[in-house]
């Protein structure tokens, strides 16, 4: 994936690009990022990339002009152009798994009140916010994005399980997680867990993940639920009635 990014402020990117798992998935050419500084685009002596809105008010616009030159720079045949902005639909493992599956990812981050709303109606095809609150830039909101993405592409992260295990990719919130020691300031590890028995581990680990979508997220407990509603139907028939009928007619014949 080639993921570019249009931003006033390359600088804000310099720690994220050059640690850990977005390090080493560049590395690995599993992605490649690019940086885009909108200031090269700007017009007049100072490359200007603002100007006060019409109609008046407070605050500078991002211009058109620099916008449209960044965008046609990157563009590319299959190019996804998203601008990041709270007015747009909220992130979530869902649209993270879509856009791990395009080929080229164009980002703008906004600055100021905004962008002229020209780009937005013309280049944009996507907007994406990170929730409901106003940060100062789209510089973070993107960065939020770029590794909610990237850890989704095959070779970014050792093993697939690592993230098909994650909070959300199965509906469910995760489960809690333990390390050595096993006693930590009078603090015990559930015994199950030091048990070995994987099935009883499994059990829970499901068990407490529930438990958590239940009291955190009731909106996604509810979802969690209509969704497998079928599955449970199907299952609490196999398993619970059927064996018990199957058990009692043959303790009839005996
Ligand atoms: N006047 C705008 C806020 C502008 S904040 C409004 O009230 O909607 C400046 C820039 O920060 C935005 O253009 C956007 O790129 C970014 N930004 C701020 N909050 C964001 C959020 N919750 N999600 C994504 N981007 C955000």
Known sequence: MKIDVITLFPGIFNGFLEESIIKKAQKRKVVGISLVDLRQFGEGRHLTCDDSPYGGGAGMVMKCA????????VSRKNSHVILMSPQGK??????????????????????????????????????????DFVVSGGEIPAMVLVEAVVRLLPGAISK???????????????????????????????????????????????????????????????????????????????????????????????
């Open 90 to 131: 909220i992130l979530n493992q869902a649209m993270a798994n879509k856009l791990a599956k395009k080929k080229q990812l164009t980002i703008i981050c906004g600055r100021y009140e905004g962008i002229d709303e020209r780009v937005r109606a013309r280049l944009v095809d996507e907007e994406i916010s990170i929730g």
């Open 66 to 73: 620099p916008l449209f030159k960044a965008v046609q720079e």
């Open 160 to 254: 697939q399980e690592s993230y098909e295990k994650d909070s959300f990719y199965n509906g469910l919130l995760d489960w809690p997680h333990y390390t050595r020691p096993a006693i930590y300031n009078k603090m015990k590890v559930p015994a199950v867990l030091l048990s070995g028995n994987h099935m009883a581990i499994e059990k829970w680990r499901r068990e407490q993940a529930e438990k958590a979508t239940k009291i955190n997220r009731p909106e996604l407990w509810a979802s969690y639920l209509r969704s497998t509603k079928a599955i449970r139907t199907r299952n609490s028939k196999r398993e619970i009635h059927l064996p018990v009928r199957a058990r009692s007619s043959k303790s009839e014949k005996q």
